[in-house]
């Protein structure tokens, strides 16, 4: 699996789907020209496809979360906004999965804030991790977290653009995310399964 080679030859440092999709007036990938955008999508659907064994997400949307947060307060406070609140709930069931395997376990998140390098972060349940809990890093500086991002970018897309992609309106971005969930089937698992439109 090499990103960076690919990303290298158009010039660029790191894969953002976002930014390959929408490129904005500060972006490295206003340069590159659409069909090339379109090729490294493609390259990334492949290593996807090909290496990734599962792919958790858990999508709730803002509104969503609203509702099960005040549902929540009725047993006691919550204090997490919904970005803070989602990313606590999916790493608590990640960890559940994760505790059940046989071999020592790493998991990589991308930072929140930059770092100047890679650093454990305490996290409760987490310390069955290997360093003691999930290690923060810089994506540019991890090829699986560019991979995760686009998993992230294809998942968000086929959820939001589902009528687009169904009708054959959807962009040639959003045909792509659409044919990885495809390819990758079963692998894809939800953490979340309150309501099932939101599972792809």
């Known amino acids: 699996m090499d990103i960076s080679k690919q990303i290298a030859r158009l010039g660029m440092t790191e894969f953002h789907a976002t930014e390959v999709v929408n490129p ?4 490295e990938w206003r340069t590159p020209a659409y069909e090339d955008r379109v090729k490294i999508f493609e390259h990334m659907k492949l290593l996807l496809t ?3 064994v599962k792919v958790y997400y858990c999508y709730v949307s803002k509104k969503e979360y609203d509702k099960l947060r005040k549902k929540a307060e009725e047993i006691g406070r919550v ?11 999916f790493l608590r069931s990640l960890f559940e999965r994760l505790r059940a395997s046989s071999k020592p376990v790493v998991l990589v998140m991308d ?7 890679p650093k ?11 360093g003691g809990g999930p290690i923060v890093a810089d994506s540019s500086s991890v090829q699986g977290l560019q991979l995760a991002d686009f998993a992230a970018y294809s998942i968000t897309r086929y959820v939001r653009s589902r009528e687009k992609i169904e009708s054959d309106n959807a962009t040639q971005f959003e045909t792509i995310a659409a044919e990885t969930l495809a390819d ?12 099932e439109s939101n599972c792809a």
Do not use: M, T
């Not at 204090?79 to 709930?89: Q, S, T, Y």
């Not at 930072?111 to 390098?117: A, L, T, Y």
């Not at 454990?120 to 290997?130: I, K, N, T, V």
């Open 24 to 27: 904005n007036s500060n972006s």
């Open 50 to 52: 090909e290496y990734a």
């Open 79 to 89: 204090h997490a906004k919904h970005k803070a609140g989602l990313k606590r709930v």
């Open 111 to 117: 930072q929140g804030k930059k770092i100047s390098e």
């Open 120 to 130: 454990s972060e305490l996290w409760e349940g987490g310390d069955f991790l290997e």
């Open 184 to 195: 990758l089937g079963r692998r894809v698992e939800s953490l979340y399964y309150e309501n």
